[in-house]
Nanobody, 127 residues
Framework: VQLQASGGGLVHIGGSLKLSCAAS????????INWFRQAPGKEREGISC????????YYANSVKGRFTISRDNAKNTVYLQMNGLKPDDTAVYYC?????????????????????WGQGTQVTVSG
């Protein structure tokens, strides 16, 4: 079971990036998928989630209206489209899922329910 996050990079304020979370060894559509991020010196923040059955979504207030999570089951991949990027979005972004994770929690992603993690992809937003 492996997750691989990719798509990070350096972007100017207001720019866009699309992160990908690809799975190998299992079908992503069976699981809810979380996105977290961690900035230097800060706690890991759960920012988005997509459920497995109905593709319902969750967004943290910090990204709501700017980020969009989606999945492509044919490619076994979940995406995080990030628009209107700000310097505060600078962080390492991780995708994750859990053995029992099928639906997004009402309060968003939890590290406790995330058993499998991608390696992280760096997003840097500069002025």
């Amino acid at each position: 079971v492996q997750l691989q996050a990719s798509g990070g990079g350096l972007v100017h304020i207001g720019g866009s990036l699309k992160l990908s979370c690809a799975a190998s060894g299992f079908r992503l559509d069976y699981f809810a998928i979380n996105w977290f991020r961690q900035a230097p010196g800060k706690e890991r923040e759960g920012i988005s989630c997509i459920s497995s059955s109905d593709n319902s979504t969750y967004y943290a207030n910090s990204v709501k209206g700017r980020f969009t999570i989606s999945r492509d089951n044919a490619k076994n991949t979940v995406y995080l489209q990030m628009n209107g990027l700000k310097p505060d979005d600078t962080a390492v972004y991780y995708c994750a899922t859990g053995e029992l994770l099928r639906r997004c929690g009402a309060s968003g992603p939890s590290t406790y329910e995330s058993d499998y993690w991608g390696q992280g992809t760096q997003v840097t937003v500069s002025g």
